[in-house]
């Protein structure tokens, strides 16, 4: 018992509880055949042990996720202080019990503000559910999170929920429940016409809700965490089209998902591109007139908006790669944990 399970680290100083320490501990269930955090996987297969309810939850970076986590299955997984994203693994919670149920839910890091942050977030993400699901993991509900108190559904937050529709896919609507956190945060008036709002537009919830995903309130209790789960744990379980598709052997370049990313990077290398050109032209201009201080000011603009764009396109060549490391760093880790490297 006790056993600790080291934690990649990307934001210290962002994030409280467990991953502060630089640790995420499983201590209230039997480790034998508890899950590891960063790859879900049980550490030792108890062969008459009943299967745990799997539960994943996802979302943007600061919807909520881990604190919801922790509260329904009193775990003290690390949650964000600041502005930047906090959890960096997938990462599992202790079991607890819903009825005659045990559950484990899954804590993923949030996808980012940025294309370039979903860029990382989207590999961890298909890699862990992928090898967990090789491990005979398979979920029974996904859990999306989302903010009430966002003011309006931002370009991320929207890039964010397509990333979800294509990792899960339409199959698994019907165990997919759409949970609104925060709402001590609005007055119930706003909360509740952000609330329809979200529900009704065709750019967000709408398309999901029509094809069976449930839409609920979270309170920041136990109680209303708990009843959340409720509504999932008798549900059939599903195979995730990420899963489905790299499980059945699938290229990375041939999902969805990554489809999806790559659509996205590849629209950020043309609004890159056409930065610079403006910035070049602009340079042009000033190197006629002979305006020497404007020309000084945009050669600095010009060499940083190259070094935007050549990340941006390095980000893109790399992104099958990218993932590729991921899995390969998954499956060490796990091969360490086999082998009884305690601090993996
Ligand atoms: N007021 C209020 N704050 C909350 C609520 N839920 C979470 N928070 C706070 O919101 C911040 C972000 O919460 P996290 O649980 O770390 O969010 P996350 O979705 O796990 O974020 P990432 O790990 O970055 O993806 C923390 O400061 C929490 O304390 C809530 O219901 N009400
Ligand atoms: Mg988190």
Redesign the pocket.
Known sequence: MGQHLSATIRSLSTCTGARKRGRVRLTDHDEESAPAAGTLMPSVPQANAPKPIYIAVL?L???????FVNLVSESSLG???GLE???SEVQASNRFNVGEREVVLIDT??FGDTTLADSDIWKIIAASFVTSYRAGIHFTGVIY?QRISDVKVSGSSQQSFRMFQELCGEETYPNVLLVT??W??VTPEVGTSRDQELATKDIFFKPVLEKGAKMMRHD?TRESALGIIRNLVDKPRVTLRIQRELGGGVDIMQTSVYRQIRELMLELVAQRQKKLDTLMEELAEAERDGDEETQEELQEEVQSAKAELQDAQDKTSKLANEYQVELQRIEEMLRRRRSGDADV
Do not use: A, F, H, Y
Not at 61 to 67: L, N
């Open positions: 979302g970076t600061g919807s909520g996720k881990t604190t949650v964000g202080r994203s906090c959890t890091p949030g999170m956190s925060m001590d945060t920041n």
